[in-house]
């Protein structure tokens, strides 16, 4: 599967909608971590690095962001600002998060555990590792 959004179910309910997602069913892969990002200062910026095992389904479960997906020839901007699409980027991309809006929550959903050898933080080293440019 390629860097895409997947549109999830939305139970629409005058008492308030609701919206899921499950493994293996809504997004391919297996969910074995769950983090989020939230009291964002204007101007900041997530992300910035690339991640070697790591899917991940990013979801704006709150307010807005852009969120810029590199393969390393081609950046895409995917704006997210609805709690019922999520944003399905495989293994070996570059992300960056940017443009939250106040009060903005970013989940993530990941297919791994967290490990710090799984991030490629410098873009030449990323670049290297798609072979687009050798060092
Ligand atoms: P990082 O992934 O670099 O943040 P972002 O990509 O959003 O800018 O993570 C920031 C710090 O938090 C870094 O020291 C690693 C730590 N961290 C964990 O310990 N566990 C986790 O699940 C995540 C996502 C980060």
Redesign the pocket.
């Given at each position: 599967m390629k860097v895409e959004i997947i549109t999830l179910p939305k139970i629409e309910d005058p008492r308030g909608n609701l919206s899921f997602i499950e493994q293996l069913k809504h997004i391919p892969f297996e969910i074995k971590?769950v983090?989020w990002?939230y009291d964002v200062p204007g101007g900041q910026v997530?992300?910035?690095?690339a991640f070697k095992k790591q899917q991940e389904c990013i979801v704006a479960l709150s307010g807005s962001f852009d969120v810029v997906v590199d393969d390393g020839r081609v950046k895409q901007t995917f704006s997210l600002n609805r709690s019922y699409y999520g944003l399905y980027i495989p293994n070996g991309y570059w992300r960056q998060?940017t443009n939250f809006s106040t009060n903005s929550l970013a989940l993530?959903l990941?297919s791994t555990e967290?490990s710090?050898e799984d991030?490629i933080r410098d873009y030449r080293e990323f670049l290297n590792a798609k072979n687009w440019v050798k060092i």
């Open positions: 971590r983090y990002i997530r992300g910035g690095h998060m993530v990941s967290f710090d991030y």
